[in-house]
């Protein structure tokens, strides 16, 4: 994982839901849902996405799923399909493998309560690689600092264009 910390994201709209959930945190470890306004972040919402995280217990285990509360349009417009409420291990029936690099990313921003920045590609059945990149970032429900219940995630596909010019970046493998 980057740190998002270094002002390395990939989008201006990152950079701007990364400034406004620093701004909400006032001092805590993350901010609720609560304190979370949409219409103080209306034009980034066509790139947001939101899951809720699900706790269970397997084999004596802690496990974590996620939900996908919220889907931007932009979000679905891009990859074809509005994955609002379903499992993040339901959605991998379009792109192969860029969904199993964010579902490790939720985990660790759930299980860290901290933000993350990745950058990964997917590779699409019928298009050329396409590389995306997204800031992850907390929400507690009841005001509970320690335990992070949703994460909001700010999306950035590259165009044609920004990925020529990233070329040289490194990408995090997005399979396990």
Known sequence: MTDPNNHGLSSAAQRQLLEYWQKICRERRMPTRQDLNPLAIKELLPGICM??????????SDYLNF????????????????????????????PSCGLSGVERTL???TRHCTTA????????????YRRFSFIAMP?????EVEQADIILLGVHFFGYEEEIARSSDHLLPCQA
């Open 139 to 143: 929400l507690s429900l009841n005001g």
């Open 67 to 94: 939900k996908a509360r919220l889907v931007g349009t932009d979000i679905v417009d891009t990859i074809g399909k509005d994955f609002t409420g379903s499992l993040t291990g339901e959605t991998h029936n379009g």
């Open 51 to 60: 899951y809720d995280v699900i706790r269970e217990k397997k084999l004596g």
């Open 107 to 109: 985990a660790k921003v």
């Open 117 to 128: 920045y990745e950058t990964c590609f997917m590779d699409w059945p019928d298009k050329n």
